[in-house]
């Protein structure tokens, strides 16, 4: 049996996961992006509280999101500068590169399942807003 050491559960920005995601998040194709933002916008026209009330519709989202492997496994639970700017709703996501918006929408998707509401919360706070209009951004076709 092998022990785990302090330094295995600390965050490590070098992980080579991270670069796997990022060459990963890159060939995601134009089509499944454009199906992910029309579900997204989709559900904000719905309105929040039918939404969550209803999970169908969110389903649909959060199962594009995981079936795009947006989601992706790395220690987010350690990922102290990703919470710090997840808990700050004046928090501006405009600078943020595709890996860190997903590694932020990873860290927000895998703590509801510990802590229900967590999605749901930052859909209404506008955290999901900000995360999606700069993903949209990055990944549109330049004029």
Not at 34 to 39: G, W
Request: a negative charge; aromatic letters at 16%.
């Amino acid at each position: 049996m092998s022990k785990e050491h302090p330094e295995d559960r600390k965050f490590n920005y070098n992980d080579p996961v991270f670069e796997k995601q990022r060459q990963y998040l890159n060939r995601i194709s134009r089509e499944d992006l454009n199906k992910l933002f029309e579900i997204y916008e989709q559900l904000k026209a719905i309105g929040y509280d039918h939404v969550f009330m209803n999970g169908k519709h969110f389903h649909k989202l959060h199962k594009l999101i995981y079936d795009l492997k947006i989601i992706f496994d790395f220690k987010w639970a350690t990922w102290d500068d990703g919470w710090k700017d997840i808990y700050n709703s004046n928090y501006d996501y405009s600078e943020s590169s595709l890996l860190e918006l997903s590694m932020y929408l990873t860290t927000i998707f895998r703590a509801d399942r510990f802590s229900e509401g967590t999605i749901e919360e930052n859909f209404r706070n506008g955290t999901l807003d900000k995360i999606f209009e700069r993903m949209l951004h990055l990944t549109s076709p330049r004029a």
